[in-house]
């Protein structure tokens, strides 16, 4: 909902209006596929990730916005951190896993990262 001048009296009631506007950008944003997010029974989000010794991890992160099929992550990850995306309900925290890249979906003759850094 947006309150703007009206002094020609081009919109009237019942009329609507659609804006694009920006947002900004944050080039230092953490994106994660959405389907690599669960939810606790709290209601908390989590994923789960490999550590550097190359066990699975369980750890709480806090979202933003959702840009296309990501969720922006606030807090709980840092750039490098090798994220779970696929496979997740055959993993366990403690378990020792070995990594593969992911394949992009919106472009399937490149690989990329199993985490969006």
Known sequence: RAVFPNKNGNLLPGMFVRARLH?????QAILVPQAAVSRTPKGQ????????????????IETGRTVEQSWQVTSGLS???????????????GAKVR????????????NSPAVSQ
């Open 23 to 27: 947002h900004g950008t944050d080039d």
């Open 45 to 60: 989000a989590s994923v789960m990730l490999v550590n550097s010794n190359n066990e699975v991890e369980a750890r709480l």
């Open 79 to 93: 750039a490098g951190d090798t994220v779970i995306v696929a496979g997740l309900q055959k993993v366990k925290p």
């Open 99 to 110: 990594t593969v890249q992911a394949q992009n979906s919106a472009d399937s003759s490149k």
